[in-house]
């Protein structure tokens, strides 16, 4: 009784899925009652995984006039044969202001109209992902988490930084290195705790410098100067976010490892994998509940011994690069197979899966060559409550953020609307 109570204990003063890999190690699941896994709460993530420059419009869908639990998987679909009843496929969804046919990341999760801001050719709005970060990023070391390819615009996804976008509208910071990656999820912190504070309170003091300049420049600013340092302002008050979140996990020591760390300068196929395997261990340990990837194209086709640029497969016609194109397809489906895989490995405390409560979204801005209708959509996992193992085909240029709406609800996130949605999509509604 005394080594049940201290297991319990540990439970609660450490975070339950912080310490699940350690906890299943020392026989958590043999001495734990029905009734404590029970009472054990499980947080719902996110993940979204973004590919630039679309799929190959006759061989990734599914045919239109096939819908519903029992349609034929499509050739581009077939590697994921074996989860066939925990995706959806959705077609007929668009960003209705999308208009560059090159960016298929850069408005994906947010909807946003390029040119709402007058004066401005470049604006967007918070994408799906942060949504989901502010409401359940509050209780983790990392509010999100942000992965980035290593080939950048050679892969087709437009301006930014990541799949993210700030509730500004601006481009939030990605990793865009599997090593990187792993050092910020697990490694220990090098400088001695003091020193860590001082850092964080001379940050703090040079901003109170920066905010006191500011207010005394900001008299006798016109309105757009003042709408500018307005900005600046929303930045300063994120960066006093961030500070006051490092501080509360100070003296938190990041979590053991669930994986070995990675070996330097994985590119295409290899690097895919390892994010993979990033993306579950930070799930794991509830590093972060919120997660993007976006993902290479240009060095995931050089490893599959691809000579055309992923631009030029993007821009196929029968032949070669159509061939090409179509291989691309398939490879994204093994590599999305092999992660759900690893989701349903994952166990939870209370006996479930990783894969159980985890929203995942696979997709594009973009369809294919230049035509941004019909948004390639895949969504999987038991996070949002949507119906699975289905095909589902929507009036034409349905807003792909009915889509987002829809999941983020069924996460049960506080949304009315998001980016340029109508309403949820009621048929996927579980």
């Known amino acids: 009784m005394n080594t049940y109570f201290n297991r319990r204990t540990f439970l609660r003063g450490a975070g339950a899925l912080i310490a699940l890999p350690a906890l299943e190690s020392i026989g958590f699941r043999r001495f734990a009652s029905a009734a404590t896994k029970a ?3 499980i947080p719902k993530r996110a993940v979204f995984m973004g590919i630039g420059f679309g799929v190959t419009k006759q061989t990734w869908y599914p045919d239109q006039k096939d819908t519903g639990t029992k349609y034929q998987l499509s050739e581009g679909l077939s590697p994921l044969a074996r989860h066939k009843q925990d995706f959806t496929i959705v077609q007929g969804c668009a960003n209705n202001y999308s208009n560059e046919a090159h960016w298929g990341s850069t408005f994906w999760l947010t909807g946003a109209n390029r040119y709402s801001v007058p004066g401005q050719n470049m604006a967007n709005s918070i994408s799906a992902d942060q949504v989901v970060a502010e409401q359940l990023g509050q209780q983790t070391r990392f509010t999100s988490i942000q992965l980035d390819s290593s080939d950048g615009s050679q892969s087709g996804h437009g301006p930014g930084a990541s799949l993210a976008w700030d509730k500004r509208g601006k481009p939030v910071a990605g990793y865009n290195d599997p090593l990187k990656t792993f050092h910020k999820l697990f490694s220990a912190e090098d400088l001695p705790l003091e020193q860590r504070q001082a850092a964080i309170d001379e940050k703090r003091s040079v901003l109170d410098a920066v905010l006191t300049e500011a207010n005394r420049v900001q008299r006798g600013l016109s309105r757009n100067d003042n709408n500018k340092l307005d900005e600046y302002f929303q930045g300063i008050r ?3 976010t961030r500070l006051g979140k490092d501080e509360d996990w100070l003296d938190k020591p990041k979590p053991k490892a669930p994986l070995d760390e990675p070996p330097v300068g994985l590119k295409g196929r290899e690097e895919i994998e390892m994010m993979h395997n990033l993306i579950v261990a930070a799930l794991q340990t509830d590093s972060t509940r919120a997660l993007t990837y976006r993902m290479p194209g240009q060095s995931l086709l050089k490893s599959m011994d691809m000579k055309h640029s992923s631009h030029n497969v993007s821009h196929y ?6 061939e090409a194109s179509k291989a691309r397809d398939q490879m994204h489906s093994t590599l999305l197979a092999g992660f759900m895989d690893k989701l349903k490995a994952t166990k939870e405390a209370d006996g479930t899966s990783l894969f159980d409560h985890t929203s995942l979204a696979f997709g594009s801005n973009i369809s294919n060559i230049h035509y941004l209708d019909n948004c390639p959509t895949l969504l999987a996992g038991g996070g949002a409550n949507l119906k699975l193992g289905e095909h589902m085909v929507l009036p034409k240029d349905t807003p792909l953020c009915n ?21 949820i999509v009621k048929e996927l509604q579980a």
């Open 317 to 322: 016609s029968p032949g070669e690069r159509m």
């Open 39 to 41: 009472a054990v709460a």
């Open 238 to 240: 994120d960066i006093e």
């Open 403 to 423: 889509v987002w709406l829809t999941l983020l609800q069924g996460m049960g996130i506080d949304a009315e609307r998001h980016g340029d949605s109508s309403g």
